[in-house]
Structures are given as C-alpha cells and as structure tokens.
C-alpha cells in the first residue's frame, strides 16, 4: 500500500471492500481503516448502500431449522419461551393419564386443544425444514452466464434512460414504461403506515411466530380450563347420579379404589334410607 | 419468506432494538433464508455460513437501535452485517476454498430477479451498471455476488488479475458517476 492514501485510492478501497474482491492483506488493512478512520467509515457506508439492493436479486436459501435453535438460547427472552409450550401439553397429557382409562372421554374432550398447541409450536418447523439447504446447479460459470443473460434482458429496460441520456438523465424520468409502473405500483405498497399491516399481507411472516409465543399459552391455558370443566362434570356426576355413569367412569374405577367391592351397596342403600327416616 | 416489506421489516427491527425478543424471532423468520442465501454463495460451505449466520444475527440483535432507516433499506443494513463478515471468512488463509461443498459451489450466480422486487435504488443501480461494456457488467455482479478475490475472479473470468483489477475499477469509478450524476 503507498504511503499517501489518495481519496481515490481510498474510495476504490472501500468499494472494493464493500464488493468483496479484496484479498486477504488488503482486506485486513481495510477492516484495520474502519475501525479509526470515520471518512473511510463513510465511504465504506456509502458503497454498501450503493450496492445494497444487490441482494433482491439473490435466491433465498432456507437454512437449517436448527441454526435458530443455536441462536435462540443466546437472546435473552427466548431461551425458555419455546420449551415451555411442549411441557404444557406434556403436563396436561399427564394430568390426564393419571386417570388412566377411565379418562378415555374427557381426555377426548381435552385433545383437540393440546393438539392445537402442538399445531401451533409445529407450524413453524415444518415450513422451516420443507427446504433442507440443498441446491444441485449445473455447470458453475455457464448456469452464471444463464442468470446474467437474464438479467441483462432485465437490464435494458431498466437501462431505457441510455436515450435522453443527453438531457441530463435524471433517472426518474426516464423508463415510463410498464416496469416502471408496476415497481411504482408496489412501492407506495410498502408505505402504507404501520396500522394496517396486521390486516394486510405478512400474515405469513408476522403471524406465524406470534402464534408460537402467544398462542400457545392461550391454547395451553384452555386446555387446562376445558379439563378442570370436565374433571368438576365428573365429580359431580359421581355425587349427584353415579348410577347413571357408564361403569368405567365411576369413582371407584377412576381413582382405582377397591375395585366392585360396593357394587351392590348403591343399589340396597336407596331403599334403606327412607326406612331410617321412618 | 421474502413477503415482509421495508417498512415492516423496519418495524421489526424498532422492537428488537427495544429489547423485543418476539420480533427477533419474526425478523429472523422473515429475513434469514434471503441472507442466508447471501452467505451461503460467498462461503459454499453450509457450516460456515451457519456460523456467520449465527454471529450476524447475534449481531442485529444487539445493535438493532443503530439501525437508520434514512441511511439504509434494513434488508439492505442486515445483509451488509452478514456479508461482511462472510467474506472476512471467506479471505482467511485457513479455509481452503477447496473444502467447498461442491453442490454449493456451483451456485455462485445471482438469482432471477421478480419484477415486484425491482426498487428504485435497485433500478438506478442496475441501469448504472447495464451502461457497463456486458464483460464488465458480469465481472462487477460475479464479484459482488460470489465475493471473490481479485485473483480467484480474474481466474474465473480468464484475464490477468492487472487488467481485471484496472477493469474493476474503471467500472466502480463509472457507476459512481452515473449514482451520483
């Protein structure tokens, strides 16, 4: 590197930073001159806006599901969040299997919703892992020739000012045609304030992981209710007609008492007691 | 993935700069598989673009509240977060370019490009760069998305690495003037 460092120099170095065609040692000194110099910092800033949009034109690439499960446990305030849904439902299917058979029906009742919190926690893993990072491309530097031929079909319409060049080519006014309509057609899109935006399209981004954090509490918690519901029906259908129960669901089966030793007993008992009020 | 807009994207990222931890995890739903897409055609190696990920993320994660709407599109700031940091991986002398996974390695060229996509900054840039002779137009985009080395592009492009790096410049002084005019 010369001794004198001339504004050119220094903008061609922090273009090519921003490119990435520098090799190693240049590179080194590069990050070096970022890290004291503000007006290189500038540069460098002003070139990766530049070239910034770039990236539209990148295909995306799902990463593994398990690159979020690396990031997560280092955010603060999502370490627990995702474990504690599955150990919800995992309690209540516990809950539930301490009546063992006999809770056949009210776990019927109470599924439907830890499968919904299941749903809910699930939903972002398949759409994750449905793309296993895996691209087969053919031959490297013809599949790139491919892409910027099309893309310099692209080019020339968004190069139409290549015209009225001579005039001092603002780039605004030039390409009138209907690319330029439609881009401008989406943009305004973006713009629209922030209210709406629930309403409007995202659902896809904005809702799902909501309903990870959010709705699997909420579905959580109704499942609680529902089974506490289900567990007061039964007691009190043990206390008010326990006859009229199908033998699976009385007490003594549900909480495993003495099995049938007072299966005759409910049905003498009745007739005795108007005998004792006599 | 990609459906979120600017503005939402940049919402999101208000939050996480408020220590929002939810809209961390949106903003990664709907940003990472684009700048993985980014990393992974720098590093050809899912492992190590795994590992900038990781450190990227980490990265907007903390520094979220830096994030200026007026200097940036916040796609635009992430990226360069990521891509940053993948090419300094990339140019460290112990990965071996050879180590590649050779199904990524082939991958190394920009993606089609929907039309809905198409930007204003974009559409400035790429009439900038469709002024370029169509050799250099295609050596500025192979460097820009495969970040390579000067070396290793003008091996690609079959020149000697003193005209490519002329070349090069030429074609960023050129663009420059053209962003700027």
């Known amino acids: 590197m010369p001794d004198v460092v001339s504004n050119d120099e220094l903008n061609a170095l922090a273009a090519e930073y921003v490119l990435g065609t520098l090799d190693y040692e240049e590179r080194k000194g590069a990050s070096a001159l970022l890290e004291v110099d503000p007006t290189f910092r500038g540069i460098v800033r002003i070139w990766e806006r530049r070239f910034g949009e770039l990236h539209l034109m990148v295909e995306s690439v799902e990463p593994d599901p398990q690159l979020w ?3 997560r446990p280092k955010v603060p305030g999502l370490e627990q969040v995702p474990p504690a849904i599955p150990s919800a439902a995992d309690a209540l299917a516990a809950a539930i ?5 006999p809770a056949a029906p009210a776990a019927e009742t109470a599924a439907p919703e830890p499968k919904a919190a299941e749903a809910t926690t699930g939903a972002t893993a398949p759409a994750a892992s449905e793309a296993p990072p895996a691209e087969s491309k053919p031959d490297a530097i013809a599949e790139t020739e491919l892409k910027l031929a099309e893309l310099a079909a692209l080019l020339p319409v968004a190069g139409a000012p290549e015209v009225p060049q001579g005039a001092a080519a603002q780039p605004e006014q030039v390409p009138e045609d209907s690319l330029h309509a439609r881009a401008a057609e989406e943009i305004p899109r973006g713009f629209v304030p922030p209210l709406p935006m629930s309403t ?3 659902p896809l981004v904005v809702e799902k992981p909501a ?3 959010g709705r699997g509490w909420m579905a959580a918690t109704l499942a609680m209710g529902l089974v506490a519901v289900v567990l007061a029906g039964l007691i009190s259908a043990w206390r008010f007609f326990p006859d009229r129960l199908p033998a699976q669901l009385r007490a003594y089966s549900v909480l495993n008492l003495s099995p049938p030793p ?5 049905q003498k008992a009745r007739p005795k007691l108007p005998a004792f009020d006599e | 993935m ?4 600017p503005v939402e994207i940049s919402l999101m990222l208000a939050s996480v700069a408020n220590g929002d931890a939810g809209a961390f995890e949106r903003l990664y739903q709907a940003t ?3 700048i993985y897409g980014v990393v992974l055609r720098i590093l050809r190696r899912h492992d190590l673009a795994a590992d900038v990920m990781e450190e990227a993320y980490l990265h907007i994660w903390k520094t979220a509240g830096k994030f200026d709407p007026a200097l940036a599109s916040p796609m635009g700031w992430m990226v360069a ?3 940053t940091r993948a090419i300094d991986l990339a140019r460290r002398p112990d990965i071996v370019a050879s180590d590649a996974d050779p199904e990524i390695a082939d991958n190394e060229s920009p993606g089609t490009l929907s039309r809905r996509e198409l930007t204003e900054e974009l559409k400035r840039l790429l009439t900038c760069i469709g002024r370029l002779e169509p050799d250099r137009q295609r050596m500025l985009l192979l460097a820009y998305y495969g970040a390579f080395a000067r070396e290793e592009l003008a091996g690609k492009l079959d020149i000697p690495v003193n005209l490519l790096k002329a070349s090069l410049r030429r074609s960023l002084f050129e663009i420059e003037q053209c962003l700027t005019s």
């Open chain 1, 69 to 71: 499960a690396r990031i």
């Open chain 1, 97 to 101: 299997s301490i009546f063992n058979a």
């Open chain 1, 200 to 202: 409007r399209g995202a």
């Open chain 1, 211 to 213: 309903a990870r954090t």
């Open chain 1, 262 to 266: 007072p299966p005759p007993p409910p």
């Open chain 2, 2 to 5: 990609s459906t979120s807009t």
């Open chain 2, 32 to 34: 990472s598989a684009k």
């Open chain 2, 81 to 83: 977060i990521a891509r």
